[in-house]
């Protein structure tokens, strides 16, 4: 599915704190187009975990709109209902974890064949089967771990489980990315290599793509980059991008 445009218009959310409550996100406003990466950099609890998460409809703002544009259909993430919100995210919106949550008892390549069965009846026709197989072997060779397909976990390096943890976040063919801080077990080479394999998938799969991160190191490879503190949202103009 491709992604015209993921837009967060006004979006506050705020939490329990003891008699009050604490302001997470404060009025963001966010767009961003299909193919393109906005990173968000900011300080730890400044609400960065927050915004991903309403974006990713883990969770329900207070107020405001978070619109996903696709070719097929519009859709505002904030009406949705639980259920209708679990379909969208196993069907349009890949997440990648700062950890890569990789089940230890599967292959690399069954971490991701598994996602396409998330959601349906047990039995799949063989043929399902083939092309559910052949894509994810596709995905990995993008990732440069076709090779490593009968790998699990504890047999792969954290860069290869970070790539296979990206592989596996498109299986679906999002609209919608959303990669929490992919570099940050990683040493200096492999992040590198990591923001470069997430820049050229962006831009393969057309998908909407926010990024946080603290590496500042990538920011001017990003199309946008924004910085959070105490849940405000701004560009940051320190950046000079290539991208």
């Known amino acids: 599915m491709t992604a015209t445009a993921l837009t967060v218009d006004d979006v506050t959310l705020t939490y329990p704190d003891g008699t009050g409550r604490l ?39 207070d107020s405001g709109r978070i619109t996903l544009e696709t070719v097929d259909s519009t859709v505002d993430l ?12 196993r069907s349009s919106i890949g997440i990648v974890f700062q950890q890569p949550n990789l089940i230890p008892a599967l292959t690399a390549v069954e971490q991701l064949t598994v996602m396409s069965h998330l959601g349906r009846h047990l039995f799949t026709p063989p043929a399902r089967r083939r092309e559910t197989n052949t894509k994810a072997m596709e995905l990995l060779d993008a990732v440069g771990l076709a090779d490593q397909h009968g790998k699990r976990p504890a047999q792969l390096s954290g860069g290869q489980r970070q790539r296979v943890n990206i592989a596996r976040a498109l299986m679906n063919d999002p609209a919608l990315l959303v990669i929490d801080e992919p570099t940050s077990a990683l040493d200096t080479e492999r992040g590198a290599a990591i923001i470069d394999l997430i820049l050229t998938v962006v831009r393969d799969h057309s998908a909407a793509t926010l990024l946080v991160t603290h590496d500042r190191a990538h920011l001017h490879q990003m199309n946008a980059v924004y910085r959070m503190v105490d ?10 991008r290539v991208a």
């Not at 009406?79 to 995210?89: F, G, K, S």
């Not at 849940?231 to 000079?240: N, Y």
Request: proline letters at 3%; a positive charge.
């Open 23 to 61: 302001t997470a996100l404060n009025s963001v406003r966010l767009h961003v187009t299909g193919g393109t990466v906005a990173a968000i950099t900011g300080p730890s609890g400044s609400g960065k975990s927050s915004l991903l998460a309403a974006v990713s409809t883990l969770i329900r703002p």
């Open 231 to 240: 849940g405000i949202l701004d560009i940051d103009r320190t950046i000079s």
């Open 78 to 89: 904030v009406t949705l209902t639980r259920r209708e919100a679990a379909a969208l995210r």
